[in-house]
C-alpha cells in the first residue's frame, strides 16, 4: 500500500542547483528510511543519499558528498534532496525509495520505489 512519488527534475545548466521531493503515503509512511538512487544512461543504478527513519542520520555518495543534502519535512512523510553545483555526470534518472533497513546504500534493502524523474544537466 505504500507509494512513493519523485517532483522537481528538469532541465539546468552546469552550476546550477535543483530540488526534488519525494512524498510517501500508506502505512506507517513516515517511520521509513527513505533513500535517493540514480541511473545514468548506461549506467548501473548507483546510491546517492538516504536518511534514516529516526534520528535522523544522512549517508551519501561519494561523489555526490558536499553537494547534495537530503533532509526531511516536518511532515515526515515528505524528503527532500537538494542538488547543488549540478554537473553534466549529474544527469539521471532520479528515484526515491522507502524501507526499513539499516544498510541505507544497498539498493536491494529497500521494500517501495518511485517512478523517478529525470535530471538533465547541459550547456
Known amino acids: 500500500q505504500v507509494q512513493l512519488a519523485e517532483s522537481g527534475g528538469g532541465l539546468v545548466q552546469p552550476g546550477d542547483s535543483l530540488r526534488l521531493t519525494c512524498t510517501a503515503s500508506?502505512?506507517?509512511?513516515?517511520?521509513?528510511?527513505m533513500g535517493w538512487f540514480r541511473r545514468a544512461p548506461g549506467q548501473e543504478r548507483e546510491f546517492v543519499a538516504a536518511?534514516?527513519?529516526?534520528?535522523?542520520?544522512?549517508e551519501y555518495g561519494r561523489s555526490m558528498r558536499g553537494r547534495f543534502t537530503v533532509s526531511r519535512a516536518s511532515a515526515r512523510n515528505i524528503v527532500f534532496l537538494q542538488m547543488n553545483n549540478l554537473q553534466p555526470d549529474d544527469t539521471a534518472v532520479y528515484y526515491c525509495?522507502?524501507?526499513?533497513?539499516?544498510?541505507?546504500?544497498?539498493?536491494?534493502?529497500?521494500?517501495?520505489w518511485g517512478p523517478g524523474t529525470q535530471v538533465t544537466v547541459s550547456s
Open positions: 500508506g502505512p506507517r509512511s513516515g517511520s521509513f528510511t
Open positions: 525509495a522507502a524501507g526499513t533497513t539499516m544498510y541505507m546504500n544497498v539498493q536491494n534493502e529497500y521494500d517501495y
Open positions: 536518511i534514516s527513519g529516526s534520528g535522523p542520520s544522512t
